[in-house]
């Protein structure tokens, strides 16, 4: 089955800084990636999200970078604000062809933005 | 928040009782999905169904078992056989198989 590995397991940045936050993933025939943000004690909920059709998907201050040869992807977040402290989790699925949208996560990375 | 109920959101049992967790949406999604969330950890499929009357196992079904007789609920019950019940449990939705996945408000179980 589908593997995602994900790092760092937690990052800490100064406010205004930019954080990256990387994934890689097992299975060539994964097709669609999501991105959720988990604030403490709350549900996951998506960011952003890519399809192995593109190689890069922006919204405001945040984007995602695929590279399906090397097998990663992974999440920008430019001019951090505290209110992006939070967990953040990469998934992968094999979508449409899978047996039903099987999202495999990763184990989160822990975001504390720094005022 | 995304029209998927979860309930209670705190539960406590006492260890070797089967317990019942309800996931009801009304997006009128196909695909309903449960996940395991231990402390520090992602998010494991316990089971999943893209279609009423229809379910398949997840990665760590041990222990669970799902019904899917309305297309608006999934309930989830923890039986006396799963070894580490005691986790928060998130079930989520989608339109299609393809589709992005939307969260319920989790429910947290604790077995002592």
Redesign the interface.
């Known amino acids: ?1 589908e593997n995602v590995e ?1 790092h760092p397991s937690t990052l800490s940045v100064q406010e205004g800084d930019s954080a990256v936050i990387k994934c890689t993933y097992s299975d060539s025939a994964s097709n ?1 990636f ?1 991105w ?1 943000k988990q604030e403490l004690g ?5 960011i952003i ?1 890519i399809r192995s059709n593109v190689g890069e998907k922006k919204d405001q201050r945040i984007a995602v970078t695929l590279n399906k040869t090397a097998k990663h992807f992974s999440l920008h977040i430019t001019e951090t604000q505290p209110e992006d402290s939070a967990v953040y ?1 990469c998934a992968a699925s094999g ?2 062809k ?11 990375t822990r975001v504390l933005v720094k005022p | 928040d995304g029209g998927i109920t979860q309930s209670p959101k705190y539960l406590f049992r006492k260890e070797g009782q089967n317990v019942t967790l309800s996931c009801e949406q009304n997006l009128n999604h196909d ?1 309903m ?1 449960w996940y395991r969330q231990d402390p ?6 316990i089971y ?1 169904s ?1 279609i009423v009357n229809d379910f ?1 196992k ?2 760590i079904a041990e222990g669970y078992s799902v019904s899917r007789e309305k297309k608006e609920s999934f309930p989830l019950t923890v039986t006396s056989a799963q070894k580490n019940p005691t986790a928060f449990y ?1 079930c989520a939705s ?1 339109k ?11 429910t947290r179980l604790t077995v002592t």
């Not at chain 1, 709350?42 to 998506?46: D, S, V, W």
């Not at chain 2, 520090?40 to 499929?45: A, I, K, M, V």
């Open positions: 089955g994900q669609y999501p959720y709350k549900r996951p909920q998506l999200d989790f979508g449409i899978a047996a039903g949208n099987k999202l495999t996560f990763g184990g989160g | 695909a999905y520090g950890q992602g998010l494991r499929l999943y893209q398949q997840g990665d998130l989608s299609d198989r393809a589709g992005e996945q939307y969260f319920g408000p989790g």
